[in-house]
T-cell receptor, first 113, second 109 residues
Framework: SQTIHQWPATLVQPVGSPLSLECTVEGTSNPNLYWYRQAAGRGLQLLFYSVGIGQISSEVPQNLSASRPQDRQFILSSKKLLLSDSGFYLC?????WGGGEQYFGPGTRLTVT | AQRVTQPEKLLSVFKGAPVELKCNYSYSGSPELFWYVQYSRQRLQLLLR??SRESIKGFTADLNKGETSFHLKKPFAQEEDSAMYYCALRSGSARQLTFGSGTQLTVLP
């Protein structure tokens, strides 16, 4: 069966420090991969999605970037964190031909101090 | 561009009462609509999609293209239904979803 992992589960970082959040999927090939930010009262904001290795679509221009170095690995990064980057980050995957039914990871709680 | 609106951030009902979570969308084409749910300390997961026209955990949702709505309904709410509910739209064959801002449902004993 398919599983999705995210780490770390929680992270506290100072302003101006770099960020790297990792997401990996097991049990499927060539999935679509997604990064979301979940904020109270603002719902789920799609940040990036990828349909293949090295293919990244950015939905919201901001202080973050994403990379997909391997088929089932999706990384969210920042060179210098801002206070406004604090939030709950979710990774998700869907089958290659799909996009409606997405399977979510446990999330990472990021606090920028 | 497509948009999904959930007008209620918070909704409280008593156990056994009917519940309706509202969802309106704007999209010029033929959309695919979904409801996702996140129970306390659990992962966000798909509840139902309009094309399957099924009832999950007693919940149903009908796509009304005339009113551009996809409201989620259950005739008799249970305490275990308390959760955050998100409505989402997929436009055409897009690989991504547009989510609403969510409604926190609390079912009171």
């Amino acid at each position: 069966s398919q599983t999705i992992h995210q780490w770390p589960a929680t992270l506290v970082q100072p302003v101006g420090s770099p960020l790297s959040l990792e997401c990996t999927v097991e049990g499927t090939s060539n999935p679509n991969l997604y990064w979301y930010r979940q904020a109270a009262g603002r719902g789920l904001q799609l940040l990036f999605y990828s349909v293949g290795i090295g293919q990244i679509s950015s939905e919201v221009p901001q202080n973050l970037s994403a990379s997909r170095p391997q088929d089932r690995q999706f990384i969210l990064s920042s060179k210098k964190l801002l206070l406004s980057d604090s939030g709950f980050y979710l990774c998700a995957w869907s089958v290659p031909w799909g996009g409606g039914e997405q399977y979510f990871g446990p999330g990472t709680r990021l606090t920028v101090t | 561009a497509q948009r999904v609106t959930q007008p209620e951030k918070l909704l409280s009902v008593f156990k056994g009462a009917p519940v309706e979570l509202k969802c309106n969308y704007s999209y010029s084409g033929s959309p695919e609509l979904f409801w996702y749910v996140q129970y306390s300390r659990q992962r966000l997961q798909l509840l139902l999609r309009h094309i399957s026209r099924e009832s999950i955990k007693g919940f149903t949702a009908d796509l009304n293209k005339g009113e551009t709505s996809f409201h989620l309904k259950k005739p008799f709410a249970q305490e275990e239904d308390s959760a955050m509910y998100y409505c989402a739209l997929r436009s055409g064959s897009a690989r991504q979803l547009t989510f609403g801002s969510g409604t926190q449902l609390t079912v009171l004993p």
